[in-house]
Structures are given as structure tokens and as C-alpha cells.
């Protein structure tokens, strides 16, 4: 009990050791209390990983609990010390918005649970980003072969893993809510800067609204963390256009950077932070003092990257270094106008309101850069023009690339969700002007929309807290064989009937975290010397397509597996997949 008192109490001290020191940094005054706390967990665990890179790639082990955990303990020990701040919560709320930030906990506390209660299960999750926080883990070094994708989310991972003193999942999944939490903040924070408090709290009730984001919330995948940092840079590169402090343009650069330790699509985020000064510059004319700016933030930002890459670059060459779709993903790729569309047109995962009004938001700010007066919602003085610019570069040139690149997934998307939801709640907040001479928002109906509206886009995760209150001591092992049921009892037919010095190859790599224990490759062998120096061969569904995709359904290791003197059939789990035992591949 002890350990895991000290895990939750150290994992969630990273999300805010930092605070004490920027508190006269970054003032709440000027991005809000939301945009601050998002803004302290973003800097703090993006600062903690990056200790750890540099921790990682260190000559020996120096990646080890006593050299990482101190480290939020030790800063915020020493900076509370004679401390008098504090950060103030209003208490004076009225009874309408009280009601709604209730409906909104609820909402996140479903996230909250499904987080907390599950170990990882989704895709991705298992064959990458938890494999390798448990090789950082238990290595205590990085590898030569962990290049091109960032280690940012992998690495708060195995920093929840030394905090537990073992691999926890679910001590990891504080990461995955926390967060989930920090985009909702962010949300609020942004909407608010933009338009106005009506707008932040629709736009959060939005955003927990659709399927899209709970589900990806609770899946351990990186597009809500580097989401949030998509969030933080828009927000202190709003005020950066706003009053043209260099401090802001600052970090913006670093949350930039730490967008770029998460996920390689943060790229985009350079060119669109370059609008600042071009607006700056026709407004104020300040040139050099712009350009200035806008250089400092360009260059923290590849200062806190540009390791990471370089490293990539070094060891594997550009390919893994800018992100590109793989052949067999390409193929899926959607460039039509409905895909262009999908907030429209993809209604079960973005939902009806919020897809809805994020066109409708868009809509409107366009109109605000022709007649700007149309906007008699905001409270806010900006020039509308700048505004719909600036939220233009954000989420257009990002958009355009998806769509033409990447649009095979739609989660994607995500690392604009904070803008998104933005503009929709601006939608919102807009329609009930309209609305005003005949309708009060201010009401239990309102109430009734909202909670569900959250109620909906929680659905398909409240499963997790039925179970959490009929079965509170159900163990991973059952949990597993409910949630991942045919993946979870392979892998345990694996671990009860084949020794656990084999070498496994196989087709499905989310099998990889939970047979850590075996010497595992995944793949899909075309060639007898793919798989000689294995002793295993596990197929799956998904070798089926990607065998028809590069019309190769007849190379020579599919065609000779029912050869019994090449390949054994040890166990036929499901008519995809099946169990070989290799044969002397290597003599053929």
C-alpha cells in the first residue's frame, strides 16, 4: 500500500512541480486560472521527460528511479519553502455555473475511471508506446534502437513505472487523465481568451460531448497530449499578437518543442506561429523587435526538439525523422470533400453538436474578417480579423495535410481539438444571442441539454464505471478477457504451452508488451530469411490485407505453411490465426 501511496503522490506531483517556480512567470491574470494550470502540467511533465532524455542517452544507466523520481520533489521542495502564493479559486459562482462545472467533472470523471481501472489494451499502446517504456524501464538507458518516433508520452510512462517500482498500468494511466484534463483546461482557457466565458464552458460541454475525444482520452495514444500542446502554444501565441511580449513568444517556442517530444506532426506548428509577427508588424511596425521575437521562439523550440531528431537522423537517415504514411496505410487515404468535411459528415465520432458547431464557428469567423461587427458576443477587443488569422494558421495548413496524407484516421484531428471546440463554443454562445428575446439559457432545460449532451459523448465509456462499482476487486487478468478477449487468450495459450526462451514472430504487434518475456519481433515475413532465426510464427487478420495490398498472398512463406516439413500447426486460435512452429526455413 505504501508503493503505491508513493506512486500516485509522485506522479501527480510532476503534473505540478514546476508551479511554484513560474508562478511569477506566468500569470493567471493574463491566460486564466485554467490556462495556467494547463499550462504548469504542460511545462512540468514535458520538462520531466526531457530530463529524462537526457538522463537516457547518458554513456551507462543512468535512466534509473533514483536519479528521476527526486527530481519533482526536490524542486518543489526547495521552491515552496517561505512561499506565500496561492493560487486563488473563485468561490463565488453562481448556481448556473456551478451546475455545469459539475456536469463537466462528471463527464472527465468518467475518463477519470476508465483510465485508472484498465490496463493498456489499445493497439498502438501495446505494440509501441508501453514496450518501450518498459524497455526504458527496465534498461535504464535508450537503446539505439528506439529512434524516429518522440519518446515524450513513452518516457512519463516509465517514469510511472519507477514511481510504482514495477510496471503499473494503471499508476500510467494518471498520465493518460491528467492529460485528458489538461486539454479540457486548455479548452476552457482558450475559448475564453478568444471569445468569451459562455463560449469556454460550451465548448468544454462540447468537447466532452463527442466520442471522439473520451474514446482517444482514455487510449493512451499520443494525439491528446500533443493536443494540449497545440492548445498551449495557440494560447500564449494569442497573447504573444496581443501585446508582444517576448516572454510569450518564449514559450510559445517551448511548448512548441515539447509538442515535437510528443509527436512529429507538431512541425506544422512552426510556420503557423510566423503569422504572429506578420500581423504584429502591419498593426504596430515594430519590425525588428517582431522578427526578433519570432526567431527567439523558432529557436527554443528546435533547441528542445532538434536532439531527438538529429539522434534519428544519425542513426536510421531521414526516413522516420518527418512523419509520412506507410504504403499499406496510404491506401485508405480519403481526399474527397465528404472526408474535407468530416465534421459533417462523421457524426459518430465527432457527434452531432460539436461537429455541427465547429462549422459553424469556422463560418463565423471567416464572416468576421468582412464584417466584423457581426461578432456582438465577444467579450474581447481584438480585431476579429487577426483573430479568424491567427485561427486560420492554427488549424488550416494542418487540416490540408491530414486531409491529403493522413485522412485514413480521423483522430488525427485531435491536435487541433482545442481550437475546434473553441470555435463551436463561440457557435453556441452566438446562437443563444440570437436566440435571446425568446429564450433564457439560464435554465434547468439548458442544464438537462448539457449533462446530455456529456452523457453521450461518455456512452461507450461508462462501462468501466458499472464495472468498477459491481466487480471493485476484479482483477487485470479478468478484466482483460472481457475488454480484449481474443488477443488476451492467446497470449495467455502462449505463455501456458510455449517456453519462454522461444522466439515469436508475429503478424499482431500488440502482442508485444504482454510477452515481454519472449524474444519478440513483429512483421509480416515475405521471405524464408525474415523468419529463420525464429521458432514461431503467428499470423493474424491483418496479414491477410496487407498480403493482398502488395499482391503477395503467394510469397514463399504463405505458400508453403501447410508444408509439415517447414511449418507445424501448434495451436489454430481463430480461422486468421494460428500458431506455427518453424522448421528448417533456413536450408530451403
Known sequence: MLTITFAILTTLLSFVYLGPILRNHIKPTEIG????????FGLSVGTLSLYMLFLGLLPGKWLMPQTVLPMPWIIIGGTILGSTYKLQISNNQDKFTNLISIICFGGFTVILINCLSYPFYRYDVLARFAPNARLLFETGTIPNSLTGYPLGIQMLYSFAFMAANSVNDHVAGLIIAGFSGAMLLTTFAVSKQLFSKRAAFSAVVLLLSSQIFVDWSTSGYVDIPVGVYHGLTFMFAYNWMLNGKQS??????????????TKQSAFVLIPAVCIVPLIRIKEYKHFHKEMKNVLISISVSLLIALPWYLRSYLLI????????????DAQYIDNSIKQLLTFLTSPQEWGIALGSTIMIGITLCVIYCIQPNLDNVSTKTINPLYRSLLIGAFILPYHIIWWQNFSYDTRYLLSSAVIYASVAGHAIDWLLKQLSPVFKPQNLFTILIMGTLVLFGSFNRIGAVYNLIVHPLQNDDDKLSRISTETWSLVQYIKTNIESNAKLYAMDGSLAYWLHDYQFKQGYPFHFDDIKDYDYLITSETGNLVYKFYDSTDN????????????????????DIIIYKIHNVEQQ
Open 33 to 40: 486560472k485554467t490556462g495556467y494550470i494547463g499550462a504548469i
Open 248 to 261: 510569450d513568444a518564449i514559450y510559445s517556442g517551448i511548448m512548441i518543442g515539447l509538442a515535437l517530444w
Open 317 to 328: 537517415g531521414p526516413d522516420e525523422v518527418i512523419p509520412a504514411p506507410g504504403a499499406y
Open 556 to 575: 514463399e512463406v504463405i505458400k508453403n505453411l501447410n508444408n509439415s516439413n517447414m511449418f507445424s500447426t501448434i495451436h489454430q486460435h481463430s480461422a
